[in-house]
């Protein structure tokens, strides 16, 4: 269940009266629905006991009278509502359906967890392209197509692109962009990591826990496998995350460990500026360490895109306490979530402001062996992309080596980190 996720968002985007109002709420509709249920049940098992043969005829005539309605198409006395609905009978026929796909589900990946072609591969062999790199998978929250194509959206992000385009350039990073497809929609943000990192298409909850309770190799367990240091980096966490053993990270950096002592950006605990400033000190700037391979979301383009932190000097951002004079002066989420267009214009300028400061820690952290991919998990939600739109997500390949990217050639991504072709490059 994701109860405690769905508390965390709450109490995190509307404050803990709007956490404790939400439960207060769900307990009292739940304390009614069964009540109103047990006392109907016992009234109606009360009125059937006191004349057993009565019952039996009535309940076989209100059978009979329904079945002719659904075959007759009998109205009732509002238009087009018929007295007795196929929807019903299509509803349980759709739950059957549901509960068949399911198990049908449940089989096929099990099929599919099982069949792996790096399984069996000795470990000298793994990741011989990538040898002596140290490579990020960075994911960007929310990050969509429509961020860089929408006509309200890419007037804001296009320049962002551009600009980090020429300062990676400049300090000889080079880079490739295209398309994926994403297996959630406007959340779900571990749907579309477990599915990057395992290399299986993991699009709901069931199959996600199928994967975590499997022995599936996954591209962390890869890179330790052949040799790296594999560190998660997860600002969004509050508490223990034991997936991360079953990925095969040797240690887990978040919220809690992280020594930030600034205030909370609404649902994000931390801005992304400081996770990647304090994952150089803590992490990428060691001295004598192993080759990295670090998964990092990045959370401040995170639903409800209020308040956004702003870009700073590296040299100031320091324990995050410089972020509580920020915080107050960004508006809050009940002031842009009063208009849909306030809410787009608040999401453009989260995704701009996690895209600069991403290029700007390659362009200064970054050293001649940084391999950086970094992605989008989904798409936003409706009220920015509107109905109908794609589960398309931008990633890009940055490095100094040319051998890397030479590598990807034939994948026919577009050079450098702006907007990719309209075709789709795969799932």
Do not use: C
């Amino acid at each position: 269940m994701l109860f405690d996720d769905a508390y965390d968002f709450v109490h995190e985007s509307y404050g803990p009266a709007g956490a404790y109002g939400a439960i207060a709420a769900i307990v009292l509709l739940v304390a009614v629905v069964l009540g109103v249920t047990a006392w109907a049940t016992l009234r109606v098992t009360a009125l059937l006991g006191q004349d057993r043969r009565r019952s039996a005829f009535t309940a076989g005539g209100i059978a009979t009278a329904w079945a002719l309605s659904l075959a007759l198409g009998i109205p009732t006395l509002m238009p087009n509502v018929p007295l007795a609905a196929r929807t019903t009978v299509s509803y349980a026929w759709d739950r059957a359906g549901q509960a068949r796909a399911g198990l049908k589900n449940e089989a096929a990946f099990a099929r599919e967890v099982k069949v792996d072609a790096f399984q069996n591969v000795p470990p000298d062999q793994l990741l011989t392209g990538l040898t002596g790199k140290d490579v990020m998978l960075t994911f960007v929250e929310s990050y969509g197509r429509n961020a860089v194509e929408a006509a309200n959206l890419a007037p804001g992000v296009d320049p962002v692109l551009q600009a980090g385009n020429a300062k990676l350039k400049a300090a000889g990073f080079s880079a490739r962009s295209g398309w994926l497809t994403s297996p959630t929609f406007g959340g779900g943000s571990w749907l579309a990591h477990s599915t990057t990192m395992s290399g299986l298409w993991i699009n709901n909850q069931g199959r996600y826990r199928n994967l975590t309770a499997s022995s599936r190799l996954t591209l962390p367990s890869l890179f330790r496998s052949a040799g790296w240091d594999t560190v998660s980096v997860m600002p969004g966490a509050t508490r223990a995350w034991p997936e991360g053993n079953f990925y095969g990270f040797n240690r887990i950096w978040d919220s809690r460990n992280l020594g930030y002592a600034g205030p909370k950006f609404s649902w994000a605990p931390m801005p992304d500026q400081y996770t990647l400033k304090k994952f150089s000190d803590v992490e990428y700037a060691k001295a004598g360490r192993k080759p990295l391979f670090v998964e990092m979301p990045l959370v401040s383009s995170h639903t409800p895109w209020a308040p956004i932190p702003e870009f700073l000097d590296w040299d100031q951002v320091g324990d995050g306490s410089i972020y509580n004079g920020i915080v107050a002066n960004q508006p809050t989420k009940a002031e842009i979530w009063t208009a849909a267009s306030k809410v787009r214009q608040e999401y453009g300028k989260s995704i701009q402001y996690t895209l600069t400061t991403l290029v700007d820690w390659i362009t200064t952290y970054g050293n001649d062996n940084l391999v950086m991919v970094f992605l989008g998990d989904h798409q936003p939600s409706p009220v920015v992309t509107g109905d109908n739109a794609s589960h398309d997500v931008p990633i890009t390949i940055v490095a100094k080596d040319p051998k890397v990217l030479d590598r990807i050639a034939g994948w026919n991504w577009t050079d450098g980190i702006k907007r990719p072709p309209t075709r789709r490059s795969g799932r």
